[in-house]
DNA sequence: TTATAAATTGAATGAATGTTCAATTAATTT
DNA sequence: AAATTAATTGAACATTCATTCAATTTATAA
């Protein structure tokens, strides 16, 4: 009996409260009072559900790896062909619709956090390795299907994985919209010379 | 007349320790306060120097991104010969010295800042900028110098570059050493792919 | 020695921080 | 209706924060 829980659903709206005001100002420029203040509720609130400051923050780099492993997702409709869900991943990963949907600002600020805290560095590393997992796997598909000539799959993997990165990290400092576009493109381009496959005309959407 | 100026000296100290603790410590967690106990000098000699924390923390990153610069510094024995520059500056890059010289964490946690502060994003941009300027040119210099197989000598810096930032990213969440040495070993022969070299084993330091 | 200018201290400020605890309000079950 | 459980508030806490200002110490040049 009693009152019903709401604790999760509430720990998830103030998760994203958190996140929009922390994209804005930046991690280290909000606090639990702000994030109170803009939900118009009482600060001991968000202390009621996440018990320090600490596990809010935690809570959020959660919430962050969560969104970026979506850039990773493969749609059902080509779930079963390799080769295209390979395609559509390094398609997703070299569109500029990640600029909207992911904050790369709150994604390196957490990140930066991995250096001096060993739960935020295990989450990233958990995180990342097993995104590269993901691609080595998808990769070694192709291979075994014929439809990917590839000698060493780890390193074709690695370098792939390393680019994203790097692509990410540079682009992120870009603002004219044109130079981001095109750059997005070459380094799409890369990876795909990377796969020793040509540039992805068939694979819209 | 009256006392010679430490200004510039005094600031330097100050930002030495700043970067000290927040190596440590993280960023958001190492005040004025903090710094000055650190020094055994009161926390308003600080501000004395440095008129407000914002000015202190652009102090900060340029500390780090000059440290950064280093990285693509050629010894004058080099100067002379193209190849054997660039060379030195792609096994400077990939040699893991950097891990103990320069701190990821700091240059990440500052990174961040960017993305809500003009002035730190400027900084990042324009360094990030002269960094590939630089690249491009030594690359340029190796393909009129005609020791280099090169068609797109843009194309071929950029994706150095981002290999590089790649390669830095993920490579700070490696704490076992033998895999750190392996993974840089193999990020320094994609570098070297990219060029259209093979694995360089006749320059040493 | 005296004037000068910079270095440094020390005390004080108000605002914001994270966190506590007890009290109250609001659902849900018996 | 009564009991129970969770949601939420509100007041208070000690700490820490960046910053201020005036006072003092220290070095240098005239």
């Not at 509430?10 to 804005?24: H, P, Q, T, W």
């Not at 080769?83 to 909207?100: T, V």
């Amino acid at each position: 009996m009693g009152r019903k829980s709401l604790k999760e659903a509430r720990k998830k709206e103030i998760i994203k409260v958190f996140y929009g005001l922390a994209k804005k100002n930046g991690l280290e420029n909000t606090s639990i009072a702000k994030i109170a203040a803009k939900m118009e509720i009482n600060p001991s609130l968000i202390i009621h559900y996440f018990q320090t400051r600490e596990d809010l923050v935690y809570g959020l780099v959660d919430y962050i790896l969560d969104k970026y492993k979506l850039i990773y997702k493969v749609s059902a409709a080509h779930s079963k062909d390799s080769r295209k869900a390979l395609l559509e991943i390094i398609g997703n990963i070299f569109s500029k619709k990640w600029n909207a949907l992911f904050d790369d600002g709150l994604f390196y600020g957490c990140y930066a956090m991995a250096f001096h805290d060993a739960k935020v560095r295990d989450l990233y590393k958990k995180l990342l390795d097993s995104l590269r997992e993901m691609l080595i796997g998808h990769i070694e598909q192709c291979r075994e299907d014929g439809v990917l000539d590839i000698e060493d799959v780890e390193t074709v993997a690695d370098n792939i994985f390393v680019l994203i990165d790097g692509a990410y990290f540079y682009l992120s400092l870009v603002s004219d919209k044109n130079e981001y576009e095109h750059r997005l493109a070459k380094y799409r381009q890369q990876a795909l010379s990377i796969l020793h496959l040509k540039e992805l005309s068939e694979v819209a959407g």
